[in-house]
């Protein structure tokens, strides 16, 4: 086990905000101008990146992107 190297040290993570908090975060900037139903979130890297149905369209989403150690919204599309 000498050899071989540390891939991954969980105690450096500064994912802090989990999957379902930052739907919630989404969901409430959301919700300000649409009327929003199903949700995907995927973590790249240190952001959260959350796609929303809005409208009554299933095909008419939008994206926000979250920071995932602070929660911080820090853009849309």
């Known amino acids: 086990m000498r050899g071989l190297k540390k891939i991954y040290d ?4 500064t994912v802090k ?3 379902q908090q930052a739907i ?8 300000q101008h ?3 139903s199903s949700a995907k ?3 790249k890297q240190d952001r959260w990146i959350v796609t929303m149905c809005v409208g009554l369209s299933t095909s ?3 994206s926000v992107q979250i920071d995932a ?7 849309f599309m």
């Open 69 to 75: 150690s602070t929660g911080r919204i820090l853009g």
């Open 34 to 36: 649409h009327n929003v």
């Open 60 to 62: 008419d989403t939008r």
């Open 10 to 13: 969980n105690s450096e993570s």
């Open 24 to 31: 919630e975060i989404t969901r409430k900037f959301l919700e």
């Open 17 to 19: 905000i989990n999957r």
């Open 41 to 43: 979130a995927v973590l």
